[in-house]
């Protein structure tokens, strides 16, 4: 019994002093490359940085359902089930069929794929968000597709192609 408090006791004491020696050493600073970056480089890395909830969770959503699309799937889950998690049912049922009638990929907007992608928070209510994502085709092309966030819940409730 003693030696599992004192083993415990032990990494306790060893863990912190490896944060006070890294914190010491200048090891948490920026590396060189970072502080040498362009200021529109910083600007745009900050920004990612402090993005919103709601750009956060669409985010999240994207790249979630991108990986298991890809057949990388996160905790084991499809792509059906992620949409599950993150849009209403309403939603989801709506991408079914425009998936279905466009034979296409209702999230992705097309059956190809993307090379990059990125996010945009545009107008806001006390209720929604809106949240424009870029994507980035092989082939050079791009497109926008919206997003609603409900911000009573963070629940993606309505994604569409931009307006002409």
């Not at 060893?14 to 920026?30: D, H, M, N, Q, W």
């Amino acid at each position: 019994m003693f030696q599992v408090h004192r083993t415990k006791l032990r990494g306790a004491v060893i863990g912190a002093c490896t944060a006070v020696l890294v914190v010491g050493s200048g090891l948490t600073t920026l590396p060189a490359q970072a502080q040498a970056q362009a200021p529109s480089q910083q600007a745009a890395t900050a920004t990612a940085v402090m993005s919103s909830p709601a750009e956060q969770q669409v985010a999240s959503f994207f790249q979630n359902y991108l990986d298991a699309s890809n057949g990388h799937q996160i905790d084991g889950k499809s792509p059906a089930e992620i949409r599950r998690e993150y849009l209403t049912s309403e939603l989801d049922d709506a991408l079914t069929v425009w998936g279905s009638e466009h034979q296409a990929n209702p999230i992705f907007r097309r059956d190809e794929v993307i090379k990059s992608w990125s996010t945009t928070e545009s107008d806001s209510t006390t209720a929604h968000t809106k949240i424009i994502i870029t994507e980035r085709w092989e082939d050079g092309t791009s497109q926008d597709v919206w997003y609603q966030v409900r911000l009573s819940d963070m629940v993606i409730d309505d994604l569409k192609d931009p307006t002409a």
